[in-house]
């Protein structure tokens, strides 16, 4: 059976004024149930390609489908996560995990069963009437994906997600960020600047180089899943991190920083 | 019984802050304050201040009573200035955050706004209380115009500081989520922007009684003001001061309620409020659930 393709970019580009291209000639295809890792330096336009995919921002040039349909707004099957946990601070965890019920009228009984489940899943047993001021970042950010699980999308668009984290605790949410997200329905893009991180998550990790931002190079990870932390020490594992500086490298070279 | 400890707690960490024991420092303050006011009183007496121009304490106590409760004669005029700081700490904080709303909402009407607002800011608003006299008349028109002057401006700037605080991820996640413009508004923007705003309320409040009085000052039938400018042309610096302490009366018990009012709607700052809040919706929810 052929595989389903969710999203694909085919010379999609986004220029912001007259000189800052944040994304040139961008082409992909993103398989269903498939989790790619974006991974480069600050401002190679990472954020970019995310808001073009949610429909957060337009694209300037090219073409962009998610389920064969341009894009040309937010959409119900994508949902976005950021650095932030972009919490509601006057509402408790469940108000926040309600939110978008409460945004699209879909809000009742039924919709509140499954934001206490969709908080149990994140581990945050206990802390469902909590207000986000009571909460660690790291429980911050489970509320907010929380959020993302209830919104029902299959579309998940991470932003460096757990970036402002202690490594313990990314480390932490990265394995069960992965274990929700497994199974061949959710599709997820994370963008990190971490190239460990980006491999371990991922099926595939697309590397970016800056000005212009490109893909430069989109790199299939296969290792065996279920993932666990043991393989980061592999020669294969450390193979994929030596490409991946090859391709950043072979682009920064020269360049200003 | 758990709140009981909990009260227990705070009651100690209260008495903390005064070094010993609440007994001992409502004392103490007791104490200095009756010796400020015997040197007073004696400086009075021994003719080492005016009695004329700085009324003795016992004198002002006498006023007090006078004016409270033998003549009677204040509650009047306090109602009176209330009622027209009031009046007019409203309009002033509806026109201050509808301004600011629009102002926000839309950059054109902002860019239009910005230099009327410079002038505004540039010009001492009390000055405009002789004008507002001329055009508004001695009666309570110009008392509340003159407040909602002086009020208006502290809720126009916290409204737009508050609204413009919104960090653009919040817009994001509405937007992903496909909210409407006014859901943004109501749901995210303007809760965003209340302890803000909130505190420019406070401000206005405090500033209302201000704006009154001046205009009162300047010709009025009724209220503190003239009352106040009455005694002291006859002189009558017991009662002249007795009303001063009033105006400073009600002004503190009109800032403690606005706190009170200012904590509760803000509860999500306020820990123990929080507390309480998610205890009530704990039990709400469970219930719904069946949990
Ligand atoms: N709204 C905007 N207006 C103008 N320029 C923008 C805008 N958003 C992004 N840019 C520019 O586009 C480029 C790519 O930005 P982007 O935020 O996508 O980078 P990034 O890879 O996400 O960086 P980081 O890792 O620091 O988050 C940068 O040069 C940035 O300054
Ligand atoms: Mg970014």
Redesign the interface.
Known sequence: MAEELVIQGSALGKQFGENVIAVEDANFTIPRGSFISLVGPSGCGKSTLL?LI???IEKSGGDLLVRNAEVVG?R?D???M?Q?A?L???R?S??NVL??D???GTID?DA??RA?DHLQLVGLKDF????P??LSGGMQQRVALARLLQ?GADIMLLDEPFGALDEFTRERLNDELLRIVEGPDITTIFVTHNIQEAIYLADQVFVMTPRPGRIAAQIEIDLPTPRNIDMTTTPEFNNYVQQVRDVLAGHLDGQPL | MSNDQEASVSNIELAADYKGTLGGAVLRHTIIFFVIMFIWEMANRTGFSNPLLLPRPTDIVASIWKIYVTQGNVWYHLWVTFKEAMVGCFIGCVIGIGLAVAAVLSDTFRQFLKPYIIIVEATPRIALGPIFVTWFGFGMSSKVALAALVCFFAPFVNTITGLLGVEEESYELFRSLGATRRQVFWKLMIPTALPTMNAGLKLAVGSAFGGALVAEFISAQAGMGILMARYTMSLNMPSAFAGLLSITLYGFILFRIMEIIDKRVLYWLSDDLMAKKSVKKETKIRGELGL
């Open positions: 808001r949610s429909g957060l937010p119900s994508i949902g976005m950021f932030k972009v509601l601070d006057w408790t469940i108000e939110l978008p409460e945004i699209r009984t509140k069963k206490w469902e009437f909590s207000f001021r009571q919104t």
